[in-house]
């Protein structure tokens, strides 16, 4: 369902490394995502917020992006208009290759359902199922029955998140970390064509964050998935292949495998 769209920059002159000041590849390449001339504001008049102020932006199919920025940068309301949660203001977003302005909310709804996948901080497992009762969730709400496929990808799944051993268990007999790793299965399991991860190492330890991000770094490179995690933290976006930095709204750099210092930098120059 993904699309093949044209170079957003006819320069393609950019190096890998540090693009200032626009979050669109220079590259043709197989989009999973797209917003151009993105908005969201919030309230009227005085009391107005403009919490997105003109995004443009390109995410790859198959990499790992965080998106990093101060509190109230606009971190989250950029992953709720991309993921059809939030309506922007003026823009547009499309997702796999589809507008999501053209959908009504019902069409929306099967939308996400269907191509796009949720991690959040909260786990949001459901406590009286077995952890493989939660993973094969989406099939249930669906209403649609698992094909042979469907089951070759939970074990492939499984395996990648190494959960083959706990799948019996309930939420409450696993660790924050199992429990996460259930969720992002939960998410992987219908192979979306993006996941969105907001904050997914929030409630947990530095071990049990680390061992996260790098289960969903191999769900990016052995199951082809793309993700977008939004993140405060600097070694949650080390994991990651690109890191969007936003700042009041804007994307200011877009880095590819940025070391500390650089993120450090980025992160810094938006209050220059
Ligand atoms: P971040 O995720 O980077 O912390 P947000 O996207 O949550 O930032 O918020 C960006 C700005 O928009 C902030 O100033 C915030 O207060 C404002 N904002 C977000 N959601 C709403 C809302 N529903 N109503 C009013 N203001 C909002």
Known sequence: ???????????????????PHSGARPTTTTLAAQAR??????????????????????LPAGRFTAVMGPSGSGKSTLMHCLAGLDQPTSGSVRVAGHDLAAMDDDTLTRFRRDHVGFVFQAFNLLPMLTARQN???????ANRRPTREDRERLDLVVQVLGLADRLGH????LSGGQQQRVAIARALVTQPEIV??????????????AEVLGFLRRSVREL?????????????????DDVLVIHDGRISARLTEPDQDTLVAALRGGDR
């Open 1 to 19: 369902m993904t699309q093949t769209l044209p170079p957003t920059d006819p320069s393609g002159t950019h190096p890998q490394g540090v693009v």
């Open 37 to 58: 001339g993105l908005t969201r504001s919030y309230g009227r008049g005085d009391a107005q917020v403009h919490a997105l102020r003109g995004v443009d932006l390109d």
């Open 135 to 141: 993973i094969w969730l989406p099939f249930e709400l």
């Open 170 to 173: 309930l939420p409450s007999e």
């Open 196 to 209: 969105f991860a907001d904050e997914p190492t929030g409630n947990l330890d530095s071990e049990a964050s």
């Open 224 to 240: 082809g998935q793309t993700v977008v995690m939004v993140t405060h933290e600097l070694d949650a976006a080390a994991h990651a």
